[in-house]
T-cell receptor
Framework: DSGVTQTPKHLITATGQRVTLRCSPR?????VYWYQQSLDQGLQFLIQ???????AKGNILERFSAQQFPDLHSELNLSSLELGDSALYFC?????????????FGPGTRLTVT | AQSVTQPDIHITVSEGASLELRCNYS??????LFWYVQSPGQGLQLLLK??????LVQGIKGFEAEFKRSQSSFNLRKPSVHWSDAAEYFC???????????????FGKGTKLSVIP
C-alpha cells in the first residue's frame, strides 16, 4: 500500500459526459501528479500540483482540468468525454520542499467511455 | 528532450532463470533513474532508483540495476525469477532534483514479463 488513495476504482460513462476523479496523497506529501495510461500511448504525464499551485503541465487536453485543494487532495476533471479517453488514470504523490522526488502511485481509476 | 526506450515489449522466462530488462535513456546530463513494477490491476511500485555514486543499485524483491553512463543504459536484473515477478516493468528518467517542489518523470513504454512455472 503506497498510501495514495484514488476514487472511484472504476467508472463507466457515455461520450459527451463529464467525470471527476479524486486523489488523496500520502500524508505529508505536497506534490500530486496525474498520469494517463493507455495501451497505445503508454504512461503519459498530464499535470502536477504542488501545495495547491499548478507546477507542470504535460500532455493534458484542454477538455481536462485539475485542482489541488487546501487539504492537498486533488481532483482531475474530464469533460466532453470521447471514446479515446478510456484509460487508466493514476495519481502519484511526492514529498515537499525537503527534496523527495520519489513518486508513489495510487491504485488508479479505470475509466471506460461508451 | 528526455526519452526512455525499453526495447523489449514482452519477455518470457522460466521460473528460476535469470532476468535482464533493458532500458536506454536520452538526457543531456546524468539523470535520476528509476524502475517501477506494475502488477495486474495495481498501481506502480518503486523497485529501485539511481541518483549518484555506486552504479550498481539494489532494490526491493531481489532486483538490482546497473547504470552505465557510456551506454546510456540502466538495465534491471534479477538472478532467479519467481512466478510472482510476472508483471509489467517501467523504466523512468527525471532531471537531478533541484528542490523546487516540481519533479517530472518520463516513462518508457514498459516491458511485460511472463514467467513459465
Amino acid at each position: 500500500d503506497s498510501g495514495v488513495t484514488q476514487t472511484p476504482k472504476h467508472l463507466i460513462t457515455a461520450t459527451g459526459q463529464r467525470v471527476t476523479l479524486r486523489c488523496s496523497p500520502r500524508s505529508g506529501d505536497l506534490s500530486v501528479y496525474w498520469y494517463q495510461q493507455s495501451l497505445d500511448q503508454g504512461l503519459q504525464f498530464l499535470i502536477q500540483y504542488y501545495n495547491g499551485e499548478e507546477r507542470a503541465k504535460g500532455n493534458i487536453l484542454e477538455r481536462f482540468s485539475a485542482q489541488q485543494f487546501p487539504d492537498l487532495h486533488s481532483e482531475l476533471n474530464l469533460s466532453s468525454l470521447e471514446l479515446g479517453d478510456s484509460a487508466l488514470y493514476f495519481c502519484a504523490s511526492s514529498g515537499g520542499a525537503s527534496g523527495s522526488h520519489e513518486q508513489y502511485f495510487g491504485p488508479g481509476t479505470r475509466l471506460t467511455v461508451t | 528532450a528526455q526519452s526512455v526506450t525499453q526495447p523489449d515489449i514482452h519477455i518470457t522466462v522460466s521460473e528460476g532463470a535469470s532476468l535482464e530488462l533493458r532500458c536506454n535513456y536520452s538526457y543531456g546530463a546524468t539523470p535520476y533513474l528509476f524502475w517501477y513494477v506494475q502488477s495486474p490491476g495495481q498501481g506502480l511500485q518503486l523497485l529501485l532508483k539511481y541518483f549518484s555514486g555506486d552504479t550498481l543499485v539494489q532494490g526491493i524483491k531481489g532486483f538490482e540495476a546497473e547504470f552505465k553512463r557510456s551506454q546510456s543504459s540502466f538495465n534491471l536484473r534479477k538472478p532467479s525469477v519467481h512466478w510472482s515477478d510476472a508483471a509489467e516493468y517501467f523504466c523512468a528518467v527525471g532531471p537531478p532534483y533541484s528542490g523546487a517542489g516540481s519533479y517530472q518523470l518520463t516513462f518508457g513504454k514498459g516491458t511485460k514479463l511472463s514467467v513459465i512455472p
